[in-house]
Structure formats: C-alpha cells, structure tokens
T-cell receptor, first 114, second 115 residues
Framework: DTEVTQTPKHLVMGMTNKKSLKCEQH?????MYWYKQKAKKPPELMFV???????INESVPSRFSPECPNSSLLNLHLHALQPEDSALYLC?????????????FGPGTRLTVL | AQSVTQLDSHVSVSEGTPVLLRCNYS??????LFWYVQHPNKGLQLLLK??????LVKGINGFEAEFKKSETSFHLTKPSAHMSDAAEYFC?????????????FGKGTKLSVKP
C-alpha cells in the first residue's frame, strides 16, 4: 500500500459544529503532516507529528486540534471554525524526518464552513 | 535561509511541444529539491526529487529536471506535452536540519496545454 488516504472527501459544517478529518497511511512512515491550502496558493504547513509526537505547530488557532492515535493514523479535530477556514486540507507522510525525505500527500478534504 | 522562486505563474504550450517550468532556489546548504504536480481538486503528487546524487533527475510521466548549482536553478522539462499534463506545478525545497518536515513551496506554475 503506497498511498495516503483521507476521509471525508468533502465536508460542510456550520460554525458551531464539531467535526474531524481522518488521515491514514500504511507505508510505515514515521512522520505525518497537516497542511491547509487555499485556492490558487501553495499548501501551508499546520502541524507535524514525528514518531506520534507533535513536533511542530505552526501557530495554528486552537479551534484546530490534531491527534495521532498511532503511527498510521492522524486526525484533525475541528470546532467553532470560521468561514475563512474553508480550504483544502491535505495530509502527508514521509519515511523519516530528514530533509531529503519526500512527502507523500493524500487527496485532501475540501472543507466549507458556513 | 532557504527559499524558492518559480519564475512563471502561468505557462501555456501546445500539445506535443516542449515544456519548461523554471525554478530558482536559495539555500545555505546543499538542498533537497522536489517538483510536485497538483491536478484540479486533487492532492499533490511527487514528480521527482534531487538529493545530491545525479544532477539530472528523471521523474514520472516523462518529466526531468536538472540541478545547476552555479545557476541555483532546478528547472522542470518535458520533451512533448500531453493534454493530461495540464495542472499546477510546485517547486519545493526542503529545510536543512532543524525543523524536520518543513517544505518551502514556490508559489506554483499553472501549465495549460492547448490542443
């Protein structure tokens, strides 16, 4: 299995809702990432997990809460989002944590906040 | 500090003609460089990567890139464009050491392919 899967593909939520995004990989990768991508822009890094521990939080608002239950799974819990949080949320994984490791991206979750 | 500049925001070619997408980088160290492609409403797919081995790197779907240290460039080329190549392309440099996993993305080049 050489892919990163993300569910759901699309999500519409109100500003008072609580929802979660899920990401899974079975490549034995030890680093996993969440990115946010707005239209016509490159992805922006949100969080990095290395060996199931949060190692980077790029000053993301607390309404986004990541979780890494095991080495294959990464969640992003959403609560009280704002309309400007509407974007494509991408998950990625990499074999290790060195700079020469490429990242493998999932197809993304298209989030719309009403 | 590392940075990457994609010199064209939009490139348009005819099907069957060569593709050139330009990328310049800045890095205090020997960089790791990548090209990713993103089709509409899709995730990013790795086309190729350079990690200080051969300077001419071959990737998937007929793409290749040449690392030129003297010019600090990593341009992406393909001899003959196909309609399916129409997409957004990102040149990416990996941060050396320090915060692992930090990729620095260029702003992207949109490739259009005319029939």
């Amino acid at each position: 299995d050489t892919e990163v899967t993300q569910t759901p593909k699309h999500l519409v939520m109100g500003m008072t809702n609580k929802k979660s995004l899920k990401c899974e990989q079975h490549m034995g990768h030890r680093a996993m990432y969440w990115y946010k991508q707005k239209a016509k822009k490159p992805p922006e890094l949100m969080f990095v997990y290395s060996y199931e521990k949060l190692s980077i939080n790029e000053s993301v608002p607390s309404r986004f809460s990541p979780e890494c239950p095991n080495s294959s799974l990464l969640n992003l819990h959403l609560h009280a989002l704002q309309p400007e949080d509407s974007a494509l949320y991408l998950c990625a994984s990499s074999p290790g944590t060195t700079s020469y490791n490429e990242q493998f991206f999932g197809p993304g979750t298209r989030l719309t906040v009403l | 500090a590392q940075s990457v500049t994609q010199l064209d925001s939009h490139v348009s070619v005819s099907e069957g003609t060569p593709v050139l997408l330009r990328c310049n980088y800045s890095s205090s160290y020997s960089p790791s460089l990548f090209w990713y492609v993103q089709h509409p409403n899709k995730g990013l797919q790795l086309l190729l990567k350079y990690t200080s081995a051969a300077t001419l790197v071959k990737g998937i779907n007929g793409f290749e890139a040449e690392f030129k240290k003297s010019e600090t460039s990593f341009h992406l080329t393909k001899p003959s464009a196909h309609m399916s190549d129409a997409a957004e392309y990102f040149c990416v440099v990996s941060v050396y050491g320090g915060s692992q996993g930090n990729l620095i993305f260029g702003k992207g080049t949109k490739l259009s392919v005319k029939p």
